[in-house]
């Protein structure tokens, strides 16, 4: 994931004369030497050609200075002061919005990957320009910047090869077989997730994470893509098969899960274990509402309860027997929850060690008491799978 280091700058500056070359020094806080900045590519238009120099105004000096490979060096992302953004201002008595300049600065390192500045808060100085960008430069420059980001995303996603993606369709995975591919899911989440962030405002978003996320097949335009169709539709066989696929998919949809005429409700099946563990996260959630909402182990305490509630609920409720999970994914999401709960647990006590309530330290008690119940049986469960 990209490192987003704009409350850590104290100033800087980004140095963009020379053409295809772009150098910097950034001081960050608690540190007295800069982070030297050497990569490769051009700013866009708007600073190209000249040196632009940032202060914050407002350092958080409370946070770690980012661990950062000095110096940097790799290749420029977008580099711009042009862009606008609403800044909503809540201070007033009637809050209004305007419109304001965005510093963002983005470069890949290759150490450290992705680096971006963005803020609205900044000082700007900008000295003249010494040489001009024309339109079509720009261009260039832009998509060399996609193809950045297009490789760092590819570092993040770390796909494997097709055979090894063909053995899911063939066996029946182990439970190390299904934490690693919940380990590719994890990944791809978090790639899709920093591409829809850096994107999903850009008028082609659409066609710019399909190319960074590598999925190529979705970059045509719309005529190609009906010209696919055409051709598909001019060869029978391909044209039965393809609507013999759509048929069992509509099957699928409108199966009718209870044959009996009886509820959904009835054939739905929800696991003891899961709903201890929901009841156990609605504790946390409801306490935490009489905490103070910047309490980071409250919040991270609600967050992991959530987290094993929900995983639970995907590996052992489902509507009839015919949709139970393989045991091999449901020890690796079991194993999963084990983590969160640790997570969770750890939250909980330093909670009950700093409250000052005694109510809330009793709720408190309550809830690890439940964490632990709720551990043990995952343990359990997990040695009951493995048996069988």
Not at 86 to 112: G, H, K, M
Not at 325 to 350: F, M, P, T, W
């Amino acid at each position: 994931m990209a490192w987003r280091i704009h409350n850590a700058v104290v100033r800087g500056e980004i140095d963009n004369r020379i053409p295809g070359v772009t150098t910097g020094k950034i001081w960050l806080i608690h540190q007295l030497e800069p982070l030297e900045v050497n990569l490769t590519g051009n700013c866009w238009r708007d600073i190209a050609g000249c040196c632009l120099s940032f202060i914050n105004p407002s350092p958080d000096y409370s946070q770690q200075a980012p661990e950062l490979a000095q110096p940097q060096s790799g290749n420029v992302g977008d580099m711009t002061a042009s862009l606008k953004c609403r800044v909503i201002d809540d201070d007033s008595e009637q809050p209004s919005a305007t419109w304001n300049n965005v510093l963002y600065l983005e470069w890949f390192d290759r150490c450290n990957g992705r680096v971006l500045i963005e803020t609205v808060d900044y000082q700007l100085s900008i000295t003249e320009s010494v040489w001009a960008m024309d339109t079509a430069e720009e261009d260039v420059q832009k998509f060399e910047n996609q193809r950045a980001m297009r490789d760092f995303i590819t570092t993040i996603i770390q796909r494997r090869d097709q055979a090894s993606e063909d053995k899911w369709d063939d066996e029946i995975a182990d439970e190390f077989e299904w934490e690693q591919r919940l380990r590719d899911s994890d990944r791809l989440t978090d790639a899709f997730q920093e591409v829809l962030e850096k994107y999903y405002e850009d008028p082609e978003s659409q066609q710019k994470q399909a190319f960074a996320m590598s999925w190529d097949s979705l970059l045509g335009d719309e005529g190609s893509r009906n010209e696919t169709m055409h051709r598909l539709f001019d060869d029978p066989d391909q044209m039965e098969k393809y609507f013999e696929e759509e048929r069992e998919l509509d099957e699928l949809l409108e199966l009718d899960l209870d044959e009996n005429n009886g509820s959904d409700d009835d054939d739905y099946f929800v696991h003891p274990l899961q709903q201890k563990a929901h009841d156990c996260a609605m504790q946390a959630m409801n306490l935490i509402d009489s905490i103070d909402n910047d309490n980071e182990p409250a919040t991270r305490l609600c967050t992991n309860l959530v987290h094993v509630s929900s995983k639970l609920a995907g590996a052992l409720n489902f509507r009839t027997e015919i949709f139970e999970q393989e045991s091999g994914y449901v020890l690796a999401i079991l194993k999963r929850c084990l983590s969160n709960h640790n997570e969770a647990l750890a939250d909980c006590i330093e909670l009950i060690r700093t409250c000052d309530s005694e109510e809330k330290q009793q709720s408190l008690n309550a809830i690890r008491d439940s964490i632990f119940e709720v551990r043990d049986q995952i343990t359990e469960l997990r040695r009951e799978l493995k048996q069988n």
